[in-house]
Structures are given as C-alpha cells and as structure tokens.
C-alpha cells in the first residue's frame, strides 16, 4: 500500500489543493515539506501528536520534513479557533519554548544527515521592513477574502486585533520563504489552518508563477466533536515533568469506547493489516484495545520501559494492589500542613486533580473520592498531618489515582 492510501484508510487527510498531484509528491517521496508549531508554552501535547506521527510516516517513506519552529509567528498569535487573544509571549520565553519543542520532536523525527531540518521563522520575519513588506506582499492579499476565512470568525465577534489579522500573511510569507530557500513544495497543518495555507499557495503562484501545495490533517477531536489532550481542565503535555508517563497512559487508556479505533488509526504506528483485525474484536475486548492504545502511544513519546512500568501501575491499582512506585505523586512541605490537617478539596487541588474547588467538592458529594480505600463521605473532611506525613493514596472517580505526602 502506498504512502497517500495508508493516509486515507487511516481517516488523516481532511482537504488537500491538487490531490493528484500531493498523493504522486508524498507516494514517490519527492515532497518537501513543512509543519509549523508555533512556541506558546514549554511543551508539545497530545494535540500536536497528528503533526509529529504524519511527519514521522511521511518521513519514513522518503519525504523530507521542515520543522518549522514559530519564534516570529508566535510574537503575534493565531487565532485560529480562538474566542479571546493569545497571550503575548516575550522573546526569550519563545526562545525557550523552541529550545523544548526540539527535544521532544527528536523522538519522532530523524534529523540526522539532512533527513529533516529545523528553522525558526524568527531567523526571516524579525528582520523584515514593514514598509518593504508590504510592497512586496501586500498587494496579493484581498482584505474580502481574509475576513471571510474561517480562521477569523470567531475573533471577529469579540473584535479582531490588527495585530492578529497580520497572522495570515506572516504563515503565508512562511511557505513564500521555504519554497524559495529550501524547496519546500507542500505544507501541512491542522483543518482549521486551511485559510492560512491557502494564502501561501496563492502568494507562490502570484509572486513567483509556480505551483505548491497544502494538505490538512483531521483535527483530533471526541465522538461530541471536542479537541482531544485535555484532563481535568489541564492539556495532556509530551514533557514527563509535566504529565507523568503513568498520567499519560491513563489518559489514553479512559478515552470514551467509541474513540479507541479511531486513535490506533490516527495515532499509533499498528500496521494496517493488523488494525483491519483489531477492528473485528468484540466489545468485549474493548479494555484490550485500550490498553493497546495507551502502551503504544506512551511507548512512542516516553520509551518502552516508562510504557511497561505505567501498565503495570495500571493493572495492580485496578486489580486492587498497592503498587504506588509510579503512581503520580505530589510532595508537599510538611511545614505548610496545618497540624490539624488539610480539607480533601483543598488537598485535591493542591495536587492538580480538579480545574476547581467547586469541581471537587461536586465529586465529593456524588461520592467519586477515595483515600486509602475509603469514600469519603463531606466535603469538609480533612486528611491529618500524620497521614500525609505516611503518604496517601487518592483515588478520583474509577480511573483516576494519585498519592499525596508531606515531607
């Protein structure tokens, strides 16, 4: 099976400009191509999976990826799906930012021997003249057509900056800029990029009077149509640091049943032929694909031995057993534990588990808590010092464990 079919099986290609044309460039290994991720915190999530595993397929059958790290985009701010404004980032944050996304991209990406190569768009947009800029782009951007791009919609009713309305210009003067320097024939992005994409291709056609091309990729979203990579009010993040490889796994190992064939078919690296089987289980194998699902995707961002010690977590918390060695762990000061104890939403809280006290005393009342193995029954209950000072086992609703200890 060719490269662009095991795309479509696979349910990744959304909209593409020339199909004919990519699925020849990608199936014979001749695309060049970029994905941009712009450095709006110090780690990749689980959303950017669908960008990392389509450049690694891709890259594994011959194509040459463009990681396009966006230190200059990200001084501005997509608003691409955005009801409010990004936060303004400094440029040492931005740095930073790019300095971890490299990190973690290595582990999908081979950028050995110019198999793939990293840019940050702050090398060429920082030191564009506005004036110039203009001169030379402005005039191949309809001002109509930008305002009716999806990308600006929903800005558009709260009030779009001007700041932001240059988004646009600056992803399409992106690909302007790689197709001329590094031969960057094909960009891909998340669905709701297509605007932006479009405008990249138009201005290679009207700047320089050739043809390139844009593919978008399914946005990873629930059986409700929600983005998927967030718990608890929290994004599900690549760094370890920041969500645990035990954490990790259980967010994949609890996605809703009617989302697990999916996710192997987006995410994970199963052959076809064995995802066409997997496919004929019955429902009562759907705790096998999950677990399938949440090993192959922990062992892909965190290693197999990380992978094998969270399953095992797993299985001895559901089986009943004590295995707390990688269980998510919060450590508290001792000093700041009042000595008669602290209230179990607080404590819930202070350890990441709810988006908000309300939120936890909620849980409390319907009775999804449990320390050491017992309901806790109001939400004013507090866990004392000394059992804090031992170390506690939390348990949130049926899937979620957590221990917390005072030291």
Not at 71 to 79: N, R
Not at 264 to 286: M, V
Not at 376 to 393: M, P, Q, Y
């Amino acid at each position: 099976m060719k490269i662009y079919d095991e795309l479509i099986e696979r349910g990744l290609i959304a909209q593409v400009t020339d199909e004919e044309q990519v699925k020849e460039l990608i199936n014979s290994g001749k695309a060049t191509f970029y994905i941009g991720f712009d450095c709006t915190a110090d780690s990749l999530t689980a959303g950017h999976f669908m960008a990392l595993t389509l450049m690694k397929r891709l890259q594994e059958a011959g194509n040459r990826p463009i990681a396009l790290i966006g230190g200059g985009t990200t001084m501005i701010g997509d608003p691409s799906g955005r009801t409010d404004m990004r936060k303004m980032l400094t440029r040492e944050d931005i740095d930073h930012n790019a300095a971890c996304f490299k990190k973690q991209m290595e582990r999908f990406i081979d950028f050995s021997d110019g198999k793939a190569i990293m840019v940050n768009n702050a090398d060429w947009l920082m030191n564009l003249n506005y004036i110039e800029l203009l001169r030379e782009v402005g005039a191949c951007f309809s001002v109509n057509n930008m305002l009716r791009a999806e990308c600006y919609k929903q800005r558009m009713e709260k009030g779009l900056s001007f700041l932001e309305f240059n988004y646009m210009i600056m992803q399409s003067y992106d690909f302007y800029y790689m197709f001329q320097k590094y031969g960057c024939n094909l960009e891909f992005g998340g669905d709701d990029q297509w605007s932006n994409m479009l405008g990249g291709t138009e201005l290679i056609r009207r700047k320089l009077g050739k043809d390139a091309h844009a593919m978008t990729i399914t946005l990873l979203t629930d059986s409700q149509g929600k983005k998927m990579g967030k718990t608890a009010g929290n994004a599900v993040w690549l760094d370890p640091n920041k969500t645990t490889p035990f954490e990790f796994y259980q967010y994949w190992r609890n996605v809703d049943d009617a989302d697990v064939m999916k996710c192997i078919k987006l995410l994970t690296f199963i052959p076809i032929e064995q995802i066409r089987e997997i496919e004929k289980w019955d429902d009562s194998r759907i705790n096998e694909k999950k677990m399938l699902l949440a090993h192959e995707l922990t062992e892909l961002v965190h290693g197999k031995e990380e992978a094998d010690k969270a399953e095992a977590t797993a299985k001895a918390l559901f089986a009943g057993g004590g295995d707390d060695e990688n269980m998510p762990t919060t450590t508290l000061a001792a000093s700041d534990i009042p000595e008669d104890g602290v209230g179990i939403v607080d404590l819930m809280s202070m350890c990441g588990l709810i988006p908000s006290k309300g939120e936890g005393r909620r849980l409390v009342e319907q009775g999804g808590v449990s320390v050491d193995g017992e309901k806790v029954e109001r939400f004013d209950t507090k866990i004392s010092k000394e059992a804090l000072l031992k170390g506690v086992k939390i348990k949130k609703g049926k899937k979620v464990f957590h221990r917390a200890v005072a030291e």
